[in-house]
């Protein structure tokens, strides 16, 4: 295979290791591949003058946008701790804007994603970003696909990465499509990390954040849910717990967490079903009982369309082992 030219966006502020993330795993990846099949990694940015990183590192792109006119195989957008307050410098979203058309995968680490909407190339797209911001960039872009629970999405040749540490999870990901898994868990090893988190994995836990007033009527149906996770909840049912209409209960618990009480249930179903697979050998069917999906098929269509994994796959991947 030729080598695979990989590009790495960066400006004034950025999250040092959403850069340092992914190059340390293509690097890592460089000692087990021939010389013709091995990655080879550039900063870009609007200038050659030395940036400093939001941790105080200094960084030297090594083309400017001016000079990036040929294509590469990979191109990511890092992330800077915080959202841009409003759109980037134009040479920055200008450039960006072409990247369907300069690479073959694109994408972006943690608040990059933002750069990414800017140069409007999250429109019906499924991307991720850091869980903080997530609310801020469905807000900003509404047009997305925001899943604001997942490592990494990827959609087509866009692949986009939760924050922070979440960048090497997007680099093992892209090492493990061209070279397989065997490669991808050395460079894991190397690194010190988990071998991969897949997409389907949190980003945090519990699943939901509390109101911030623990006595609220949200906060208490919150408490109710995940308490009697298995049973079967209703709007109605719901409602009664707190003393309200059902139809007022809608509407104010979606002016609070921007989601339906329906998509909470089932959200804490997954959090709740997740949790068991992740610290115990029990059966599927026991799991799915226990969380309130009913039956181990509809647990296993609530995780693949929600996670993009089985829970056969998640368990797999992530069932946490006692050692000595």
């Known amino acids: 295979m030729p080598v695979q030219a990989v590009a790495i966006v960066v400006y004034e502020g950025v999250q040092a290791l959403d850069v340092a993330g992914p190059l340390d795993v293509f690097s890592e990846a460089n000692t087990f591949l021939d010389d013709s099949d091995r990655y080879e990694t550039v900063l870009i940015a609007a200038h050659r003058n030395p940036l400093r990183a939001s941790n105080g590192l200094r960084l030297m792109a090594d083309l400017t946008f001016e000079e990036a006119t040929g294509g590469f195989d990979i191109i990511l957008v890092a ?51 850091h869980w903080q911001d997530a609310k801020s960039l469905a807000a900003r872009f509404p047009k997305a696909r925001v899943e604001p629970d997942l490592i990494y999405v990827r959609d087509g040749r866009l692949i986009t990465a939760a924050g922070v540490t979440a960048g090497i999870d997007l680099g093992l990901a892209l090492v493990l499509q061209r070279h397989g898994p065997e490669t991808a868990l050395k460079v894991a090893k190397r690194l010190v990390v988990v071998a991969q988190r897949q997409g389907g994995q949190s980003q945090f836990s519990p699943y939901l954040t509390a109101p911030a007033d623990p006595e609220s009527a949200i906060a208490r ?42 998509e909470f249930v089932e959200r804490a179903r997954v959090d709740a079903a997740r949790m068991m697979l992740e610290g115990s050998d029990r059966p599927l069917k026991a799991v799915a009982f226990d969380c309130g999906f009913g039956s181990a098929d509809r647990m296993r269509i609530v995780f693949s369309t929600r996670l993009g994994v089985t829970p056969v796959q998640y368990r797999a991947s992530f069932r946490r082992t006692e050692t000595a």
């Open 79 to 129: 992330g800077a701790p915080t959202p841009p307050e409003a759109e980037p410098e134009p040479s920055l979203v200008e450039w960006v804007k072409q990247l369907p058309w300069r690479s073959s995968v694109y994408g972006s680490i943690c608040t990059g994603a933002f750069v990414l909407g800017y140069a409007g190339l999250l429109d019906d797209r499924r991307v991720t970003t």
């Open 221 to 262: 149906i919150q408490d109710h849910v995940m308490a009697r996770i298995g049973d079967r909840h209703t709007l109605a049912s719901l409602a009664t717990v707190v003393g309200m209409s059902p139809r007022n209960l809608a509407r104010h618990f979606v002016q609070v967490t921007g989601i339906t009480p329906h």
